[in-house]
């Protein structure tokens, strides 16, 4: 599924040259539409779920739905930024929240 981008939450990165969804973008299908500064996947098809620009977003306006086959509409993952983890939380079909974290960096 490719990401959804709420353009409401979107600043375009406050106009840099290279939003970071765009950056980190291992497919670059993330980019800025010209006239209204928000971004987009220009190639919906090719975009594979890694959830990089979903979890660079400093605004929280990428969201990933979860493909069919782990959960229909309106199932959803939303992660949140930690230093050293990410934060998961997980919505189900039926509404319920779930939560877990992942240690994504060991500086010890
Ligand atoms: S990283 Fe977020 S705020 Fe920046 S351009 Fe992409 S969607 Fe918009
Ligand atoms: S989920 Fe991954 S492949 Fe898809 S648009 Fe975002 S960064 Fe690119």
């Not at 973008?25 to 987009?40: E, F, H, I, R, V």
């Not at 990089?52 to 949140?80: D, H, N």
Request: hydrophobic share 30%; proline share 7%.
């Amino acid at each position: 599924m490719p990401p959804r981008i709420n353009k409401e939450k979107c600043d375009g990165c406050k106009a840099e040259h290279e939003p970071l969804c765009e950056q980190v973008c291992p497919g670059d299908l993330m980019t800025l539409n010209a006239q209204t500064s928000k971004a987009y996947c220009r190639f919906t098809r090719d975009c594979w779920d890694c959830m990089s620009c979903v979890k660079i977003c400093p605004q929280g306006a990428i969201e990933t739905r979860l493909p069919y086959q782990l959960g229909y509409y309106p199932a959803k993952l939303i992660p949140l930024m930690g230093t050293n983890k990410i934060t998961w939380t997980s919505i189900d079909i039926n509404g319920n929240v779930e939560r877990f974290v992942v240690q994504v960096r060991n500086d010890e």
